[in-house]
Each structure stands twice: as structure tokens, then as C-alpha cells.
């Protein structure tokens, strides 16, 4: 890590060290006032999180390798419990990029957005980049399905529709954003807008 020097500033801390660059760590406080407690002790930054429809859990994106500076592009999902000692799991371990969460409406699936990460692009020498799809899962985690697999735009903030039916994304085609819809499993992308 090069540890920049900023303008009058001298040199940045270096982010491989927690003490010295802490991470953002996730906290829950009541609404009305309080002490926040502490969610996740991941040591690394927490984003995209979001609550399950029933508010007893939370889904959010972090890159465990965040730190190392040979790893690019690399973060998973993972779940937290408020019930009792607000357990974190782990759901996906697999070298992908995984951002954007959101849970289906019975709060027992999420969608999300997936890639190959930079590193695995490096690691397997291609000459291009990766696709960027659209996938859906069981909030508890296990076999992910590709919802965008023959749709050849880049996805954004997807979404469940509130039937729990369809899968909402935008996406930009011929410079104008658009709202995108993949349907059941095995249906087309079809645009909205």
C-alpha cells in the first residue's frame, strides 16, 4: 500500500492496519435515543445493508479481504440476527463480487447483484471483462440463480416486485436509464420503460 501524501495533510494511514484506518462497522440504536450497539465485528467496512421485511434481521454486502491489497473486487453477503446476540452469517464465500442486496417480500429470498471480481479477471488471465448479472437466492444461502444470464446490460439496484413475482432492476440502454423486469424462473428480461 502507498500511503499517499495529501496537501498539508503528510501522510495517509495505512489501511491494511484496523487501529490506524478503523473500518465502518454496522450499529443499531433505538429510535428513541440510547447507547448504539454494535452489530458486526467484521474489521472491515459494512455497506448496503438492509432490513428484512419483519425487521429482525438485516442482509448486508463486506469484503472480508478488504485489506489486503492483492484482492480486488471481492465482497459477499452476509446476514445478521437481531434476535439474542445478533449472530452475522456468512452467506456467499466464493471469490464474486456481491453488492446491492434486497430481501423478497416474505423476507425468505433475496436478489442481488453479482460479477466476477477483478482478481479472479487477473487470476484467470482474461483479456475482458466480466458479465454483471442479476441473482436470486434463499435468505439462509445456498444455490444461487442467474435471473439475467441471456440479458447483455449492466443491472442495477434490483428489487422484488410486492407479490414476490418478479425482480425490478434499471439499467442504462442508448444513454437513457430504464426499468427492467425478469420474471419467473426460466422467463425473459422484459423492458418496463
Known amino acids: 500500500w502507498m ?39 467484521l474489521g472491515v467496512n459494512v455497506q448496503s445493508a438492509e432490513w428484512s421485511p419483519d425487521s429482525r434481521r438485516l442482509v448486508l454486502a463486506a469484503d472480508a479481504h478488504e485489506r489486503d491489497e492483492y484482492t480486488y473486487e471481492r465482497a459477499d453477503l452476509w446476514t445478521v440476527d437481531l434476535e439474542g446476540q445478533g449472530q452475522v452469517k456468512r452467506l456467499t464465500d466464493d471469490g464474486y463480487y456481491h453488492r446491492a442486496p434486497s430481501w423478497s417480500p416474505d423476507g425468505r429470498g433475496l436478489v442481488f447483484i453479482r460479477s466476477q471480481g477483478l482478481s479472479v479477471v487477473i487470476a484467470s488471465k482474461q483479456n ?34 410486492p407479490d414476490g413475482e418478479s425482480v425490478y432492476f434499471s439499467g442504462a440502454l442508448g444513454g437513457d436509464g430504464h ?15
Open 3 to 41: 500511503n499517499a501524501r495529501r496537501d498539508g495533510a503528510g501522510y495517509l494511514p495505512d489501511p491494511r492496519d484496523p487501529q490506524a484506518s478503523p473500518p465502518s462497522e454496522l450499529y443499531v440504536a433505538p429510535r428513541s435515543g440510547g447507547v448504539p450497539r454494535q452489530l458486526t465485528r
Open 179 to 193: 426499468l427492467f423486469r425478469a420474471g419467473p424462473p426460466g422467463g425473459k428480461v422484459e423492458r418496463v420503460t
Open 128 to 161: 475482458h471483462g466480466s458479465p454483471v448479472d442479476v441473482f436470486r437466492m434463499s435468505a439462509a444461502g445456498g444455490t444461487m440463480e442467474n435471473l439475467t444470464a441471456h440479458w447483455d446490460l449492466i443491472p442495477q439496484s434490483p428489487g422484488y416486485s
